[in-house]
């Protein structure tokens, strides 16, 4: 068998480093074509950690550039940053999938023009004596309803006491299974018919202001009397640095300027000797192969998902050169 020694492969990683840094742009976008060009050019939509954040953008921000900016509605109030409300993410609070049939998890029977989050703050749901469903805030105290699961069996019951949405989950998986899900019309119409007066808890909520990037951090620096969800179209937040760079929720569609971060980076040039019987390391798709072999193999080294790997070429258009001993 003949084995090709193969000298040099030169290959090109950028690695990050730890220094996350912001970049201002000065051009109006929706919230949605400024996600969009961060992640094309850099990471995402500013995320904002901390004060140290607040304090590094105050410091950075080029306030006579964003005067010149004129938007559409004529009001240029905040700079996009990453933080948006996603209020399509409703689920119940018992989330075993194995209770729920195809399509139950999706029931609802909101009341007319619900849910509509008003105040920017209604993550969570109550049920009408009528059936219907309400979004509402989830420190207001009321009855709640439970459910008792045994085998197949379910059993619902209401509160004697009255809670807030999270002292009513604590409560019913202490003394039960956990806050009623209603799967169906049938169901809906059994828990109204124990709801004595005006409404009770059901195990219905969703969750809060989110970051794009994924982020987990609960930091917020927002403006007094934001968020308030104006006309019920602000989903996405602004950064106001008329106001110190407090934030306040505003519609995606807006056209407002916006702040991108990324991550510095180090360039590193690594000469590869491989031992193979591949007659053509050249070739495009065995390239490309082998650079997904590498970076899975440096990624998992490095528990990065931001290494960036590609092969150099020399001046005849060739990463590999080889030669042959037998």
Not at 284 to 291: A, N, T
């Amino acid at each position: 068998m003949t084995s090709l020694t193969v000298v040099p492969a030169p290959l090109s990683a950028l690695a990050p480093v730890s220094s996350r840094h912001f970049i201002f742009v000065y051009e109006l976008k929706t919230q949605e074509e400024a996600r969009s060009y961060c992640r094309q050019h850099y990471t995402d939509l500013a995320t904002v950690e901390n004060m140290e954040d607040v304090l590094t953008l105050n410091e950075m921000v080029d306030r006579s550039r964003l005067q010149l900016l004129k938007p559409p509605d004529g009001f240029l109030n905040g700079t996009w940053i990453g933080l948006y409300d996603d209020v399509n993410t409703w689920s119940w609070s018992l989330s075993d999938p194995t209770y729920y049939s195809e399509g139950q998890e999706n029931y609802r029977n909101w009341a007319p023009g619900r849910p509509n989050n008003i105040r920017a703050n209604q993550f969570c749901v109550w049920m009408y004596q009528s059936g219907q469903w309400e979004d509402y805030e989830c420190t207001y105290r009321l009855q709640a309803i439970c459910v008792n699961l045994t085998g197949s069996s379910e059993t619902f019951v209401l509160t004697t006491a009255s809670f807030t949405w999270e002292e009513a989950q604590q409560y019913c998986r202490q003394h039960h299974t956990d806050l009623a899900s209603v799967k169906n019309a049938t169901q809906n119409s059994q828990i109204a018919a124990l709801i004595p007066t005006n409404s009770a808890w059901i195990g219905l909520n969703r969750q809060r202001w989110r970051w794009l990037d994924g982020n987990n951090s609960t930091f917020s620096f927002w403006k007094t009397l934001q968020p308030d969800n104006y006309e019920t179209l602000e989903h996405c937040v602004v950064a106001d640095f008329e106001s110190g760079g407090r934030w306040a929720d505003s519609n995606c569609d807006k056209m407002r300027p916006f702040i991108c971060y990324g991550w510095a980076v180090k360039k590193y040039k690594i000469k590869l000797q491989l031992n193979t019987t591949i007659a053509n390391l050249n070739d495009p798709v065995v390239m490309e192969q082998l650079l997904q072999q590498i970076a899975l193999r440096v990624g998992r080294a490095n528990a990065t998902d931001l290494l960036k790997l590609s092969w150099v070429k020399d001046a005849n258009g060739n990463v590999f050169n080889k030669t042959t001993t037998p």
